[in-house]
C-alpha cells in the first residue's frame, strides 16, 4: 500500500482501533468457542432446531420475495423522482432502519393485530406476521441499495435509448435494471439476512409460537430463558446466523462495482 493510500493520521490512534476491533471480534470468537462441535449435527437437526431452521428460510424467503416485487419499483421511483421528493421517500424508507424493532412490532400489532385497522385478516400471530415482520425491517435494506445503483448509474444510456425508439419498459428491462444489478443482487441479499436475524418485531407481532411463528433469533432466546431448544441446540444456531451473516458480507463484496479489482 503506498504511503498516499495510508494517508497521514497519527500512529497512537492504532491503540483505540485495535481496542474497539477486539470489542466486536472476541465476542463472536467467544460464541464460536462455546459451540460443542461433537454434538453440533444433532443439535442442529433436533426437531425444534430444525423446525425453527425451517421457518426461518422459508419466511426469509417469502419476505425477501415480497421486498424485492414492492422494493424494486419503490427504489425506482425514489432514484428517478426530483430532489425534495426524493429526499422524503428516502426518509421514509429510512424509519424503520433507525425505529426500535419492538416499536415496528407495536405499529404492525396496531395495524393488523385483532383490534387493528386490519383486524379482520387475522394475521397476528400467525406465520404470515412472521412474514410481515420479516418485510417491514428488511425492506429498506433492498431498496436503499437498490436506489443507490439506479441513480449512480445515471440516465445517460436511458435518454439515448428513447431518442432510438425504445419504449420504457424495453428500457427498463434491457438497460435500468442490468446497469443496476450489483446493486440489486446486494440489495435481495442484506434484505435476506436481515429477515432471517429479526427478532423484535417478530416477537411482538408473531409471538413466539414452537412451528408456527419461533423462527432461529426467537428459539435461540427462548432457550437462553430455559425453554425450547436445548442451549447447545441455541448456540449451533446462533453459529449458523455467523454463518450467514459472513456470506452475506462476501457476497455483497463480491458484486460490488470494482470488487475484482
Known amino acids: 500500500m503506498s504511503s498516499d493510500a495510508r494517508g497521514y493520521a497519527p500512529r497512537a490512534i492504532v491503540v483505540p482501533a485495535v481496542v474497539g476491533l477486539a470489542f466486536l471480534i472476541l465476542p463472536l470468537a467467544a460464541l464460536v468457542a462455546r459451540v460443542q462441535w461433537s454434538t453440533f449435527l444433532t443439535d442442529v437437526t433436533s426437531e425444534a432446531a430444525r423446525s425453527a431452521l425451517v421457518l426461518s428460510l422459508v419466511t426469509g424467503l417469502l419476505a425477501t420475495v415480497i421486498c424485492v416485487i414492492v422494493g424494486v419499483p419503490l427504489a425506482l421511483t425514489i432514484a428517478r423522482s426530483g430532489p425534495r421528493i426524493a429526499a422524503v421517500l428516502r426518509a421514509a424508507v429510512t424509519v424503520p432502519l433507525v425505529l426500535p424493532p419492538m416499536v415496528g412490532g407495536v405499529a404492525l400489532l396496531y395495524l393488523f393485530g385483532r383490534a387493528g385497522w386490519f383486524g379482520g385478516l387475522g394475521l397476528s400471530f400467525s406465520t404470515p406476521a412472521v412474514v410481515l415482520a420479516q418485510t417491514f425491517v428488511a425492506l429498506p435494506f433492498l431498496v ?18 428513447a431518442a432510438l425508439g425504445a419504449s420504457r419498459w424495453t428500457i427498463l428491462r434491457r438497460i ?18 436481515r429477515a432471517i436475524g429479526e427478532f423484535g418485531a417478530t416477537a411482538l407481532f408473531a409471538g413466539n409460537r414452537p412451528g ?12 437462553f430463558n430455559g425453554a425450547g431448544v436445548t442451549q447447545g441446540a441455541a448456540v449451533a444456531l446462533a453459529l449458523l446466523l455467523l454463518a450467514a451473516a459472513i456470506a452475506v458480507l462476501l457476497l455483497v463484496r463480491g458484486w460490488r462495482p470494482g470488487a475484482a479489482r
Not at 436503499?144 to 435509448?161: K, N, P
Not at 442490468?178 to 441479499?189: D, E, F, N, S, T
Open 144 to 161: 436503499l441499495a437498490v436506489e443507490g445503483a439506479v441513480r449512480t448509474s445515471g440516465v445517460e444510456f436511458e435518454r439515448t435509448a
Open 176 to 193: 435500468t435494471l442490468p446497469l443496476a444489478a450489483p446493486g440489486i443482487v446486494a440489495g435481495v441479499v442484506l434484505c435476506f439476512a
Open 212 to 223: 408456527v411463528t419461533q423462527t432461529m433469533p426467537l428459539a435461540i432466546y427462548t432457550a
